[in-house]
T-cell receptor
């Protein structure tokens, strides 16, 4: 069965960086795109970007351009999302989710809480 | 401000039907059939309920159905059950390799 397992909770100070991992299993890793979505406390879902593991090619939402990097390692079946120059409003749960092929998100990781605080 | 507009809340009694709308533009919802819906219970990851406007993944009850007219997509939950109480989000492809979500709708089962 398809599973996405994310790394654990993180706490960072403003201005720092965070790197979250997402390990896939139960499917052909290289051929499935992975999206990153975040959810601030009490708020809705926000799409951050997509990575295509076979080509290690990523596209980011405009509001994160210059501050985000998504990478993939097909040998370990893991994708990474790094967000730099963190601010307090980056405090959120970060999810990785697989593109189901119909431009939807069919399986989700358990979420990684990231707190940005002094 | 979300690119897709949903009502903040919806409600219904057990057994009734409720419809949640998701309004976009002719450049996203109105341009193709890549509209999906997600259910999220408190403290849990979202779950895919509807994809490509009308299709249900395996395991999703047929009480959940989707439709679209012009720039507005809709999710209908028939025969409401207590377990359907959750937040619901729509999503669509909004351009080349770009996606957007609606602001979410809280469904309350009275």
């Amino acid at each position: 069965q398809v599973q996405l397992v994310q790394s654990g909770a993180e706490v960072r100070k403003p201005g720092a960086s965070v790197k979250v991992s997402c390990k896939g299993s139960g499917y052909t890793f290289a051929d499935s795109y992975i999206h990153w979505v975040r959810q601030a406390p009490g708020q809705g879902l926000e799409w951050m970007g997509i990575i295509k593991p076979r080509r290690d090619e990523a596209t980011y939402a405009q509001r994160f351009q210059g501050r985000i990097t998504m990478t993939s390692d097909t040998s370990t079946r893991t994708v990474y999302m790094e967000l730099n120059r963190l601010r307090s409003d980056d405090t959120a749960i970060y999810y990785c989710t697989r593109d189901g092929g119909g431009w939807d998100f069919d399986f989700w990781g358990q979420g990684t809480p990231v707190a940005v605080t002094t | 401000q979300s690119a897709l507009t949903q009502p903040p809340s919806a409600s219904g009694s057990p057994g009734q039907s409720v419809t949640i709308s998701c309004t976009g533009t002719s450049s996203n919802v109105g341009d193709h059939n890549h509209v999906s819906w997600y259910q999220q219970h408190p403290g849990r990851a979202p779950k895919l309920m509807i994809y490509e406007v009308t299709k249900r993944p395996s395991g999703v009850p047929d009480r959940f159905s989707g439709s679209k007219s012009g720039n507005t997509a809709s999710l209908t939950v028939s025969g409401l059950q207590a377990e359907d109480e959750a937040d619901y989000y729509c999503s669509t492809l909004a351009g080349h390799d770009t996606w957007v979500f609606g602001g979410g709708s809280k469904l309350t089962v009275l």
